[in-house]
């Protein structure tokens, strides 16, 4: 085991040992079960979940809550230390590439693919003992707690689930028939892992520039060409754009394609890895760069169609990336909040200390928004699956808005969690190194920053007009929050209104691109604050959701002079009251509220 795992108490507290001199040395949270010590993601399961559907499914909610808390921990700590090797040739020189990785990232491999089955989870019954694919809402939610554990993983998990989205709506009968009963196989040992290469030198974020050509002989489409980032790269089935010979040049002329690891009849297909990336995160899971040299590919869809269809799964991508910052932030502040109720310097514990308490609320502020609205974004997702438009057009903009404000806001968590541990938070033997380096991906993978906030103005607000549903199913939640403050109500609804309104101005002007990431906040941080209002009125929820709510208003929301010094007596107690670890009555909350 982990030097740093040791018996904990159900609160989260080390067994006591006066004569151990390492005493003064504060643990982190590694042994606690993440599903338990979650009170939100335990409550918002309850709301957004039927009451058949969660009484099945808490008791594998809470086993792999304890799962991220001690197996999957320490087999994540040690497949970081242990990243994957790429052999380039076979003992008699063949050009049969292939990657060791440790057995600590196999293990993990069995708990996810195949104990759990999350490739197969949203797409057939028989997972977890459901007659039916899963909601959505507990899909994300197995990935939430499992990411507390390990981020590197879900890159492989997450690209299976929605490769087979795509296969499943856009591929043939026969490649459906070829491709499907493998990748949704709950056998480890003969199931079929999937991903996707877009990316080369040329291409980035622009992924109009690809170069890679696909050419149709006898019948046989074949790819040349080279991917420059490519993870999960011995994947056994890839989707991949490639042009067309005579195709247009941009997006328009792209083609999407399946492409084997393997042939039919057993060979390996003619791309090779040329070599691993050696990366500042997502250390246990393989990126590299693939060289196509007139490798057999399958056509998926439409010739002129692979650019639309490749982006439902990005956006399916960018919606999990939102889930695991959540997940990921939820992790951070477990670290804080354990070892500030053990750590003590100048005599008493440091969670004492008004400053650092103030540091803890503003790592919890951020997660607790990201909680809220990943629970609405699957919500909606299932309505929009079903077909509801409303859903739909929720859908198109809660996915680029989820994506771009949770992971930036991963990246100044985990560096503040590291922060209340001090000095030890910096070696790698503690766990807050990686969580820094792994944060700092979301913010890359499946678009920029400056992508997403793009594509939240200039096209989901100013070309789909989502904003307005959006918009729409807020003000419907604000209208239910009736047991809280009017005053603190109108707030809400002025912060909603001035923030749509921003919004559409922002997209409507053309020259207005600086401001993208400024509206696309505000948008964020406005939803979040009714949601978390919202939420913290409904019985069975925890009423402290709603102080997170006036924390985002206050903080993101409200314009304050920067020289002005602020001793608010309402923050200290509505701190003193999220830091608090008994119950909580809804009047304390809303005289708060009200404040």
């Not at 292939?98 to 019954?125: C, L, N, T, V």
């Not at 998926?300 to 991508?317: H, P």
């Not at 750590?343 to 951020?366: D, N, Y």
Request: aromatic share 6%; net charge neutral.
């Amino acid at each position: 085991m982990h030097g740093n795992h040791v018996p904990f108490s159900a609160a989260g507290v080390r067994e006591a040992d006066e004569t151990d001199p390492s005493r003064h040395v504060a643990l982190d949270c590694a042994g606690l079960n993440f599903y338990d010590a979650d009170r939100g993601a335990r409550d918002l399961l309850k709301l957004y979940l039927s009451d058949d559907d969660h009484r099945h499914l808490e008791p594998h909610f809470r086993r792999l809550g304890e799962l991220a808390g001690g197996k999957l921990d320490q087999l994540a700590r040690i497949a970081d230390k242990h990243p994957p090797v790429l052999n380039a040739r076979d003992a008699i020189g063949r050009d049969e590439d292939w990657i060791d990785y440790h057995p600590a990232y196999r293990e993990m491999e069995k708990i996810a693919f195949g104990d759990f089955q999350f490739q197969a989870m949203s797409h057939r019954g028989g997972v977890l003992g459901m007659e039916r694919p899963l909601p959505v809402v507990a899909k994300y939610a197995f990935q939430y707690l499992f990411v507390q554990a390990e981020f590197g993983l879900m890159c492989p998990i997450s690209v299976t689930d929605t490769s087979i989205h795509l296969i499943r709506k856009f591929g043939s009968l026969e490649l459906k028939d070829y491709l499907l009963p493998k990748m949704l196989s709950g056998d480890i040992a003969t199931m079929w892992k999937g991903t996707q290469f877009m990316t080369e030198r040329a291409g980035g974020s622009d992924v109009g520039t690809i170069e890679t050509v696909a050419r149709c002989e006898d019948g046989v489409w074949r790819l040349t060409g080279d991917k420059w980032f490519c993870s999960h790269t011995d994947a056994d089935v890839a989707l991949v754009l490639a042009r067309p010979e005579g195709a247009p040049s941009g997006t328009a002329g792209l083609a999407l394609f399946a492409l084997p690891r393997r042939l039919k009849n057993g060979r390996r297909n003619s791309y090779r890895i040329v070599r691993l990336k050696d990366k500042l995160g997502t250390r246990s899971m393989a990126s590299g760069e693939i060289r196509l040299e007139g490798a057999v590919a399958y056509l998926v869809g439409e010739v002129d169609r692979g650019i639309k269809q490749m982006m439902e799964q990005v956006n399916l991508s960018r919606l999990s990336h939102g889930v695991r910052a959540a997940a990921m932030m939820r992790r951070c502040v477990n670290e804080a909040l354990v070892c500030a109720r053990q750590r003590v310097a100048f005599g008493q514990t440091i969670v004492e200390m008004p400053l650092l308490r103030r540091q803890l609320a503003k790592l919890m502020v951020p997660t607790e928004q990201a909680l809220s609205m990943v629970m609405f974004a699957a919500a909606a997702m299932d309505r929009a699956n079903a077909g509801a438009q409303e859903a739909i057009d929720l859908v198109r903009i809660l996915t680029p808005l989820l994506k771009y404000r949770a992971c930036r806001d991963n990246v100044p968590v985990a560096t503040g969690s590291m922060e209340v541990r001090g000095g030890n938070g910096y070696i790698e033997e503690w766990v807050h190194a990686r969580l820094i380096r792994d944060a700092h991906i979301g913010i890359i993978w499946e678009g920029t920053s400056n992508i997403n906030a793009l594509d939240i103005i200039k096209r989901a607000v100013g070309k789909s007009r989502a904003h307005l549903a959006l918009a729409d199913a807020l003000r419907r939640r604000l209208a239910e929050v009736t047991s809280l403050p009017q005053r603190f109500r109108e707030r809400l609804d002025l912060a909603l209104t001035r923030a749509v309104a921003f919004a559409e101005r922002v997209a409507a002007e053309p020259d207005s691109e600086t401001s993208v990431r400024l509206a696309a906040s505000a948008l964020y941080h406005a939803a979040s604050a009714v949601l978390l209002a919202w939420e913290g009125s409904r019985p069975g929820v925890d009423p402290r959701r709603a102080l997170f709510a006036r924390l985002v208003l206050e903080h993101r929301l409200t314009s304050r002079d920067p020289l002005m010094a602020t001793d608010e007596a309402w923050e200290r107690e509505a701190i003193d009251l999220v830091l608090a670890e008994g119950a909580v009555q809804a009047t304390q909350v809303h005289a708060l509220l009200d404040a």
